[in-house]
């Protein structure tokens, strides 16, 4: 009896669910329940998780962290954007409860049911939320965008005419946009975790950004070229992964300048050296499709098919006082920015078709609502008939 009694509570009620956030890669936002069952061990639970919520400040702010979710559950994800299924409603019994340790505990029930495929759906969320919420750049944000965008405005020059110029003098490059990224909403960034695998906001690479939009593919590379010499980027802390072309062909480019080498140039003008080099600059279909086919499944499952660009990610680091005490040290830390360079031709590509922003955001809200409410869809197709909401 003993020896049964220690395996059952060793083995035969182990919570494998778990082992599933550790060993398969998963998120931990994309196990099916918890193992919390009584409030002892939810207070536990959330305790260690970095909320003591014996302190009612701290109750308040989790209190309000649920209610956010559900609000963000209500307001994005409970339609469906494809129009494939019904809107779903959360049941009043999680709708109403505010009580997270009751949230953790209906979220570990052993039976599945409609009320623990909810409590499961707002807890990811809630998850979600935590990491925006408690995230250490968002107070020294504006100093952030300050200094990376610093790197890129003392380069830039206007002219008589409008429009911008990268640099001075003759060897100035006329782009036909650049663009300041702006910060991403509070609902943006939960959205985009929501489809992260990782689901922390320091896997957010794109906060802070530029785009460059230039009249020829040649002028992308005059532009990578300047950015090399002057410094306003550093190469060296360039995140390697993060970098994707599908715009420009720099193997042949390469090709084509040792080609150029052989002429005699001494007729050729300015426009027959562009001429001439922008032949090679081409991708041809079918090989620009396959490379951006794998940009996006290594990157960005839910980006358009069309959009062509250079997109480089680099760090820069920061040099920043403390906002609320200046009296503290100064904190140096890196932080990521992603550059995007494209030609007008791509730039007219990426505004229209599948390239489009709503197509975009549909594709994460319909990815995100998947991820989310993945088994109270489950549930409500295996139980078309039944309704649990009271």
Same mark, same amino acid.
């Given at each position: 009896?003993?020896?049964k009694?220690?395996?059952?509570?060793?083995?035969?009620?182990?919570?494998?669910?778990l082992?599933?956030a550790?060993?398969s890669?998963?998120?931990?936002?994309d196990i !099916?329940r918890?193992?919390?069952?009584?409030?002892?061990?939810?207070?536990v639970?959330i305790?260690?998780?970095?909320?003591?919520?014996?302190?009612?400040?701290?109750?308040?702010?989790?209190?309000s962290?649920?209610?956010?979710?559900k609000?963000?559950?209500?307001?994005y994800?409970?339609?469906?954007?494809?129009?494939?299924?019904?809107?779903?409603?959360?049941?009043?019994?999680?709708?109403?409860?505010d009580?997270i340790?009751?949230?953790l505990?209906?979220?570990?029930e &052993?039976?599945?049911?409609?009320?623990?495929?909810?409590?499961?759906?707002?807890?990811?969320?809630?998850?979600t939320?935590?990491?925006?919420?408690?995230?250490?750049?968002?107070?020294?944000?504006?100093?952030i965008?300050?200094?990376?965008?610093?790197?890129?405005s003392?380069?830039?020059?206007?002219?008589?005419?409008g429009g911008y110029?990268?640099?001075?003098?003759d060897?100035?490059?006329?782009?036909?946009?650049?663009?300041?990224?702006?910060?991403?909403?509070?609902?943006?960034?939960?959205?985009?975790?929501?489809?992260?695998?990782?689901?922390?906001?320091?896997?957010?690479?794109?906060?802070?950004?530029?785009?460059?939009?230039?009249y020829s &593919?040649?002028?992308i590379?005059?532009?990578?070229?300047y950015?090399?010499?002057?410094?306003?980027?550093?190469?060296?802390?360039?995140k390697?992964s993060?970098t994707?072309?599908n715009?420009?062909?720099?193997?042949?480019?390469i !090709?084509g300048?040792?080609?150029?080498?052989?002429?005699d140039?001494s007729?050729?003008?300015q !426009?027959?050296?562009?001429?001439?080099?922008e &032949?090679?600059?081409e991708?041809?279909?079918e090989?620009?499709?396959?490379i *951006?086919?794998?940009?996006?499944?290594? *990157?960005?499952l839910?980006s358009? *098919?069309?959009?062509?660009?250079?997109?480089l990610?680099?760090?820069?680091?920061? *040099?920043?006082?403390?906002?609320?005490?200046a009296a503290?040290?100064i904190?140096?830390f890196?932080?990521?920015?992603?550059?995007?360079?494209?030609?007008?031709?791509s730039?007219?590509?990426s505004?229209?078709?599948?390239?489009?922003?709503?197509e975009?955001?549909?594709?994460?809200?319909?990815a995100?609502?998947?991820?989310?409410l993945?088994?109270?869809l489950?549930?409500?197709?295996?139980?078309p008939?039944e309704?649990e909401?009271?």
């Open positions: 009896m003993e020896l009694n220690k395996l059952e509570k060793n083995f035969l009620k182990f919570p494998f669910e082992f599933d550790i060993f890669q998963k998120s931990f936002i !099916e918890l193992n919390v069952h009584d409030r002892e061990s939810g207070l639970f305790k260690n998780y970095g909320y003591d919520i014996t302190d009612p400040e701290i109750a308040e702010t989790v209190s962290i649920l209610s956010e979710a609000t963000f559950i209500q307001s994800l409970s339609e469906d954007p494809e129009g494939k299924t019904e809107t779903l409603i959360i049941p009043p019994d999680i709708l109403c409860d009580d340790v009751s949230l505990i209906k979220a570990s &052993k039976e599945k049911t409609l009320e623990q495929a909810w409590a499961c759906a707002v807890l990811r969320v809630a998850h939320i935590t990491h925006v919420e408690n995230d250490l750049a968002k107070s020294f944000m504006p100093g965008r300050n200094q990376i965008y610093k790197r890129f003392s380069h830039l020059n206007g002219s008589a005419a110029f990268l640099g001075t003098g060897d100035a490059i006329r782009l036909k946009l650049f663009e300041i990224k702006n910060d991403k909403s509070r609902d943006s960034l939960i959205l985009k975790l929501l489809h992260k695998k990782e689901n922390v906001t320091a896997d957010i690479f794109d906060r802070v950004g530029v785009r460059i939009v230039t &593919k040649l002028d590379i005059l532009v990578l070229r950015f090399a010499t002057n410094h306003v980027i550093s190469f060296a802390n360039i390697p993060r994707k072309n715009v420009v062909n720099i193997p042949r480019f !090709e300048v040792e080609e150029l080498k052989s002429h140039l007729s050729w003008s !426009e027959d050296v562009a001429d001439f080099l &032949k090679y600059l991708i041809p279909p090989e620009k499709e396959e *951006t086919k794998r940009n996006i499944e290594e *990157t960005n839910y358009s *098919t069309s959009y062509s660009s250079i997109q990610t680099s760090r820069l680091l920061i *040099t920043m006082e403390d906002p609320i005490n503290k040290p904190y140096r890196f932080f990521p920015f992603e550059v995007q360079i494209l030609d007008e031709e730039f007219i590509e505004r229209s078709g599948r390239a489009n922003h709503e975009y955001k549909k594709n994460q809200i319909v995100a609502r998947k991820r989310v993945t088994n109270v489950r549930y409500q197709r295996q139980h008939w309704t909401i009271k």
